[in-house]
């Protein structure tokens, strides 16, 4: 079981910037495309950025592209989610999850086996 673990959220004011990380405990997980989604009180859970397993394909949902920056680490087992120039809108719990390699689209929370338990961004404004 490749399980994800998030941290780096809390509470910012609106312009400020922060670096989300998504660590798992085995080197497997950079077997795997790994994906970003946040979830507002009220709201359905929602795509944010995908990274695959080489990094050479990345995806944003349109809200995001320009101030937010996936990347990943593969020595330290790690998915990273550069937040910058952040919004009140923003406010959500941020999820990583590993992708089934057989379910798809990117996009869709259904194609992701793994989560891991959130961590809270607040952008005041």
């Known amino acids: 079981q490749v399980q994800p673990v998030e941290s780096g959220g809390g509470l910012v004011q609106a312009g400020d910037s922060l670096r989300l990380s998504c660590t798992a405990s085995t080197n497997l997980f950079a077997l795997y495309a790994v994906g970003w989604f946040r979830q507002a009180p009220g709201k359905e859970r929602e795509f944010v950025a995908y990274?695959?397993?080489?990094?050479?394909?990345?995806y944003y949902a349109d809200s995001v592209k320009g101030r937010f920056t996936i990347s990943r680490d593969k020595s330290e087992n790690s998915v990273y989610l550069q937040m910058d120039n952040l919004k009140p809108e923003d406010t959500a719990v941020y999820y990583c999850?590993?992708?089934?390699?057989?379910?798809?689209?990117?996009?869709?929370?259904?194609?992701?086996?793994?989560w891991g338990q959130g961590t809270q961004v607040t952008v005041s404004s």
């Open positions: 999850a590993r992708k089934n390699p057989s379910k798809n689209p990117y996009d869709s929370a259904d194609a992701y086996a793994t």
């Open positions: 990274i695959n397993w080489d990094s050479e394909d990345r």
